[in-house]
């Protein structure tokens, strides 16, 4: 294994990739050391805490921001609304695109209609940040609703430096979504991916500090908070969990493929049988990014309500049951828009008539189906079950943190860290970027970090 990683250095092009991905990620990671100029950071990181601590909505939709978005909001650097805004705006066009026609028309017309969605969805998210900072200042401005904490400096409070903070944590954004862009073309991964698994490995430390720092301090009792069959439990979960994910994720249904038989002259030719494989998780980690996405509208939007007309009760409940990620309505909203963005996924990524007539095109059938109609249909109800399977195996990951936080009295955060969502989204685009190094040594006639062969 060593050899083989050590051969990646040797390939010019491949290190280049890398040292490139690697320095960008550096850029994205220095971001978050600079703060906003006119902030009270010593007020911003005591309001944050306490908002976390007394379990506020507020401070739970910072909390799954900063999991989900490569971002550090509760510090309001530069960097602060993180990649959010581009998903967002990524969101919006993949949903407007099987539902507006003249999208639609521009996702049929291969590369240059892409490049053309894409042109659509920066200016998109160019809107969404002016939107989104600008309430977030304001937010500042107002202490989030507590007159305790002065979170702008004195003299700074108007509308003026409310512009520049605005068009700061805009830049900011634009520029990670430059990196990510950079890192697509000229470096190795997806570049979004990378920064989101920059962002969660970077709170990992500060997560396993929280959860075993306690046994450095109190010492390990068997029977309590910090005892060792806890921890012992914890690390089993943990262990268990990334071989379920790695399983799940690199799992597939092989359809058999039987190719014809050609005769020419006196060879022939074909006649061979092969396999198609589907994958289980066709849609990846993205039904869990658009999931949380969307369900932290509600959220802050029944908690500022709730503020609003306090003497409405069933706006009080309405933010309850959404806020903080552990109770039933939101559980089973976050379910139910996984399984939503699976299919709809999966829809757009996979395409059984195209399938079948490629098969059609090269000779190749599907032992008892005949070619096209009958195939298309047969691929599409094979895909139909495995994404019902793969959705599931995405909603139970994203509901352990839940069981696991109300079950043994762990944060929800690091939970989310080390049990869950976090896990996946890290073990995932680990994954890829392997797999696509690999293909690099491959087509250089080198073996890959996969094979078993040394």
Same mark, same amino acid.
């Given at each position: ?72 909001? &509760? ?6 609304? +993180? ?28 590369e240059s209609g892409r490049r053309k ?6 200016? @998109? ?9 600008? *309430? ?76 075993? &720092?306690?046994?450095?301090?109190? +010492? ?22 990334? $071989? ?38 066709? @849609?990846?980690?993205?039904?869990? %990014? ?9 959220? *802050?939007? *029944? ?9 409405q009760a069933w706006l009080s409940q ?5 806020? &903080?990620?552990?109770?039933? $309505? ?7 828009? !996984? ?25 190749? *059938?599907?032992? &008892? ?6 195939? @298309? ?25 839940? %069981? !696991? ?8 955060? %690091? ?21 696509? !190094? ?17």
């Amino acid at each position: 294994m060593l050899s083989k990683f050590l051969t990646i250095f040797k390939i010019p092009e491949l290190r280049g990739k890398i040292f490139l991905t690697m320095a960008l990620l550096a850029v994205y990671r220095m971001g978050f050391s600079i703060p906003l100029p006119f902030l009270n950071q010593k007020g911003m990181a005591d309001r944050v805490e306490d908002l976390t601590k007394s379990g506020d909505t507020l401070g739970q939709v910072m909390q799954i921001v900063s999991l989900f978005s490569a971002s550090n909001i &509760g510090n309001s650097t530069i960097f602060g609304l +993180g990649i959010m805004p581009y998903i967002s705006a990524s969101i919006i066009f993949q949903l407007l695109g099987s539902v507006y026609p003249p999208l639609e028309r521009l996702q049929k017309e291969g590369e240059s209609g892409r490049r053309k969605i894409n042109e659509y969805t920066r200016y @998109a998210t160019v809107l969404i940040c002016l939107g989104q900072s600008y *309430f977030w200042i304001r937010a500042l401005s107002g202490g989030f609703g507590s007159d305790q904490y002065a979170l702008i400096l004195p003299g700074y409070d108007n509308f003026y430096c409310h512009l520049i903070g605005t068009v700061t944590m805009t830049a900011g954004t634009i520029l990670l979504m430059w990196i990510g862009e950079q890192i697509d073309a000229y470096g190795i991964g997806n570049g979004i991916s990378l920064l989101i698994m920059a962002g969660i490995l970077a709170r990992m430390p500060s997560a396993a500090g929280t959860l075993f &720092g306690p046994a450095f301090t109190k +010492g390990v009792r068997i029977g309590t908070d910090t005892g060792i069959e806890r921890y012992l439990l914890l690390t089993a979960m943990f262990i268990g969990v990334i $071989v379920w994910v790695i399983m799940i994720t690199q799992g597939q249904r092989r359809i058999p493929i039987q190719s014809a038989k050609h005769v020419r002259g006196r060879r022939t030719f074909g006649g061979q049988r092969q396999h198609l494989p589907l994958r289980v998780n066709q @849609a990846g980690v993205m039904p869990i %990014i658009f999931a949380s996405s969307l369900l932290m509208f509600p959220m *802050f939007l *029944f908690q500022q309500l709730s503020q609003i007309w306090q003497e409405q009760a069933w706006l009080s409940q309405l933010s309850n049951m959404f806020g &903080g990620g552990r109770g039933f $309505v939101y559980n089973m909203s976050y379910v139910g828009l !996984i399984y939503f963005f699976c299919y709809f996924w999966t829809a757009i990524t996979f395409n059984p008539k195209d399938m079948a007539e490629n098969l059609k095109d090269y000779g190749s *059938f599907i032992p &008892g189906y005949r070619p096209g109609g009958r195939t @298309a249909a047969y691929l599409e109800q094979v895909m139909v079950r495995i994404t019902y399977v793969g959705a599931a195996f995405l909603a139970l990951i994203a509901v352990i943190p839940t %069981i !696991i936080a109300a079950s043994m009295d762990i944060p929800f955060l %690091i939970a989310s860290f080390y049990g869950g969502t976090g896990t996946l989204i890290v073990v995932s685009v680990c994954l890829d970027l392997v797999q696509k !190094i690999d293909s690099h040594l491959i087509m250089r006639n080198h073996p890959g970090l996969l094979d078993s062969d040394s």
